[in-house]
């Protein structure tokens, strides 16, 4: 949660071909326009000062097949047409002097136990982002028609309340005045202004809404304009509250108007006490608020684009390292009770039913892609993975589609998901974006050396229409489960470009073969193996990494640790049922304090490098059970992606045998 302080179809082409250049480089951004021609690309790209080497696909050029994350996709697509645009929108209207169409929901959106958070109008802006998303993902026109509809209304209420500012605050801009002025605050009203804002930007540029632009714009001004009389230093004293990505949303908006005075607010909105340690490669996170920080580096990496200082870049890169390399959990989350804690401390968080806060890894996965989209490296795809399957897609309740808030460690815990018109927390809102993208991070295209990329980094049952090329590519594969992916090409005519496969870090070789002959072998996990040659129409390209079980130890221990197979993080499935629906849950701050009657959990005996041999397939695709192993009695191991509606655990201590 927000910390709680005192204190298909073508879109219109309504944003111009040069906006749309500009934006290829955001990794947070994705583009419904046609792709450019790369030569007009590559020129307008230097109005960056440090474009991206890769370019993404637009997500309206990328559609999922059958799988587990098409399946994701439509759960959530369900649940985005059942909540009601007036009901998120009845405060934005009331606030403008306009009378409400539908009573406002619950939850954070409007009940007193959240009041002080002042999260009230958050939704809508996720809901904007993630509508823009699946529609781009589908081509669903009914998505467009309530963005469009609430682009529409928040225009409205804009024109009603004559300053640019749109809100939903109870006290309407009581708790901004008083951030500007200096004063003690109740809340995070910034926080969620940015997803306003981000879901303007995201109307425009997935849905063609020009309104959208002109609202988005407009809100800026009024922000610049609002804050024009701080100092510095009163500036970055208001930056003590959380603030959500307005640093990363301005540059955004910049790219749109072309207004200096955007980026001015874009830098003003940098936080030094996070941002200068963190450039000169100093890990001060201990104690900090984790989903405070994640999109403050999203946004350094933006501006890095931007601006060309390098600085920015450090900062991003430095966080992105120390975060994942000594502050994540196996599967790629991070955070107890949603703060960063020292990491020798892991033994002691890991009890905790409050780790892993689900906005953290979607923020992180944003931070991935951005860092990937400036330096194309294998690890970043690696994190990516792992993360998308243990977090994003576990996040999801495969019977209701409602997601989690806090993905748990507590031995012997299960998982909680939000209700769906009750609850509203942060990680609902990230929570319906999530599942709308899973298009946007399996190809990239990259121009380096001067000929054409293509990178796979995921393998996800997909087609792929690369415009210029003239090219489909249909991938098909069970992966993760099997160790197996089929990449088949269609192409008008032959065309050339380097196929980059990522062979995965988990992964001790990785093979290839093209039209069934074997081509390429590589030995080097958490690298790319380069197919570059003219390839033809029907050419037919078969991968294969050998997946195998081993365990990860939890940071800083040698006697607990994690089942991973491949990327995929196991759970031992300690039964005790909960009724699908019983398991949906109002209060994210009671997770912890319901469903705890004490479970046995069994420890494992024997060392961590000889336990993986002694767990064996239990007969279905990604089950296994260790055998002789678990103390006083062995279990079955299942995904933490599929497990739902029971007690697991996901660390287990280890006694020698
Ligand atoms: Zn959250």
């Known amino acids: 949660m927000p910390r709680k302080k005192l204190s298909s179809p073508r879109p219109s082409s309504t944003f111009t071909r040069r906006e749309a250049i500009k934006l290829l480089g955001s990794g947070a951004l994705l583009l419904a326009a046609d792709p450019l021609p790369a030569r007009a690309a590559a020129r307008s790209a230097t109005k960056l000062k440090a474009a991206p080497v890769m370019e993404e696909f637009p997500l309206t050029d990328v559609r999922l097949l059958a799988g587990p994350f098409l399946e994701a996709q439509k759960r959530d697509e369900a649940y985005i047409l059942k909540l009601e645009p007036d009901r998120m929108l009845c405060n934005f209207r009331i606030n403008a002097g306009l009378k409400p169409k539908a009573p406002v929901y619950g939850g954070w959106e409007s009940v007193q136990t959240w009041a002080d958070i002042r999260a009230h109008g958050h939704t809508l802006g996720h809901y904007l982002t993630a509508a823009s998303l699946m529609y781009a993902s589908t081509g669903h026109n009914e998505l467009k028609k309530r963005v469009d509809y609430i682009v529409g209304e928040l225009k409205e209420c804009q024109d009603a309340g004559k300053t640019g500012l749109i809100c939903a605050f109870p006290d309407k801009t009581a708790q901004i005045d008083n951030l500007i002025a200096g004063r003690r605050a109740i809340g995070v009203p910034w926080y969620t202004l940015h997803k306003v804002f981000a879901g303007l930007r995201d109307a425009h540029l997935l849905c063609g809404n020009s309104r959208a632009r002109t609202v988005l714009v407009k809100f800026a001004d009024w922000a610049v304009d609002a804050t024009k009389g701080m100092t510095d230093e009163q500036f970055q004293r208001m930056l003590g509250t959380e603030h959500g990505g307005m640093n990363e949303v301005l540059a955004d908006v910049y790219t749109l108007s072309n207004d200096p005075k955007h980026l001015a607010l874009a830098e003003r909105f940098c936080h030094k006490t996070v941002f200068t340690p963190l450039s000169e490669g100093r890990d001060a996170l201990n104690g900090l608020h984790s989903n405070t920080q994640i999109p403050k580096i ?280 909960v009724k699908p629906g019983d398991d949906l849950h109002i209060n994210e701050r009671t997770i912890g304090s319901v469903f705890n009657e004490p479970i046995e959990v069994p420890t494992f005996a024997g060392s961590v490098s000889d336990i993986p041999a002694k767990i064996k397939p239990a007969g279905a695709p990604l089950v296994f059970k260790t055998d002789g192993v678990g103390r006083p009695n062995d279990v079955t191991l299942l995904p933490y992606y599929k497990v739902a509606h029971q007690h697991y655990n996901m660390y287990w201590k280890i006694q020698s045998a």
């Open 298 to 577: 999203v946004g350094f990496e933006r501006l890095y684009q931007l601006t060309g200082k390098r600085e920015y870049h450090a900062a991003a890169e430095f966080f992105w390292n120390t975060v994942t390399g000594t502050r994540s959990f196996a599967t790629g989350g991070n955070g107890d009770n949603e703060h960063f804690f020292p990491i020798d401390t892991f033994a002691r968080h890991v009890s905790s039913a409050k780790t892993m806060e689900t906005c953290c890894s979607y923020n992180m996965l944003r931070l991935t892609r951005q860092l990937f989209a400036n330096e194309p490296m294998a690890a970043y795809g690696d994190y990516y993975e792992k993360t998308l399957y243990n977090t994003i897609l576990a996040s999801q309740d495969p019977d209701t589609g409602m997601m989690t808030y806090f993905q748990s460690t507590r031995q012997g815990y299960l998982k909680l998901f939000c209700t769906p018109f009750d609850s509203f927390w942060c990680c609902t809102g990230t929570g319906i974006e999530n599942h709308g993208k899973y298009g946007d991070s399996i190809y990239f295209r990259g121009r380096a050396d001067g000929g054409d990329s293509l990178y796979v980094n995921l393998f996800i049952a997909s087609t792929l229409n690369w415009k210029e090329k003239k090219i489909t590519l249909t991938q098909t594969t069970s992966f993760p489960e099997s160790g197996r992916t089929r990449l088949e090409i269609k192409a008008s005519s032959p065309q050339n470009f380097a196929l980059r496969l990522r062979h995965p870090v988990w992964a001790s070789t990785a093979s290839v073969r093209v039209n069934g002959a074997a081509v390429e072998s590589s030995s080097r996990p958490g690298s790319y193996l380069v197919l570059d040659r003219r390839w033809k129409n029907g050419d037919v390209v078969e991968v294969d990494f050998p997946m195998s079980l081993r365990l990860e130890l939890l940071p800083g221990t040698t006697d607990q640790a994690a089942v991973v197979y491949g990327p995929i993080v196991l759970v031992g499935a300690l039964g005790r049922e």
